[in-house]
């Protein structure tokens, strides 16, 4: 059973909120953890929006144990989002996901949960 995910990092975290306030995101990431010198601060918006890509395609089809890939060639920021295990929780559809990204030097990973709620995914 997993349980409500705790950042290892809180850098992953604020990726995490950004993610939850681009415009249009079907991802709520409901944290307020803004750190200097965190991977936020080293991503493009770019990097972002294809990062929230995956991350939309991993909750929305991709298979449990799949990997979904993204690359910007651009900056050479890269990373991959692998869900894990789907469930349901309160009668709601929700998954596990792990994330790793790139950028700049930096790594992060995490695994985080996913619970959606109407047609958002909101993180547990």
């Known amino acids: ?23 249009g995101a079907p991802v709520e990431a409901q944290t307020n953890l803004f750190l200097n010198r965190s991977m936020v601060e080293v991503m493009s918006k ?5 990062l929230q890509g995956a991350l939309n395609e991993a909750l929305g089809s991709a298979p449990d144990g799949s990997v979904v890939a993204w690359n910007n060639a651009a900056t050479g920021a890269s990373g991959t989002v692998t869900p894990l295990k789907s469930s ?14 790139d950028a700049r030097g930096r790594r992060e990973t995490g695994q985080w949960e996913f619970c959606k709620q109407g047609a958002k995914w909101q993180l547990r």
């Open 46 to 50: 770019e990097d972002l929006k294809l």
């Open 88 to 101: 349901t929780q309160g009668g709601r559809p929700c998954r596990a996901v792990q994330t790793f990204t």
């Open 1 to 23: 059973m997993l349980h409500k995910p705790v950042c290892p990092r809180r850098t992953i975290c604020a990726a995490a909120a950004l993610l939850g306030l681009l415009a």
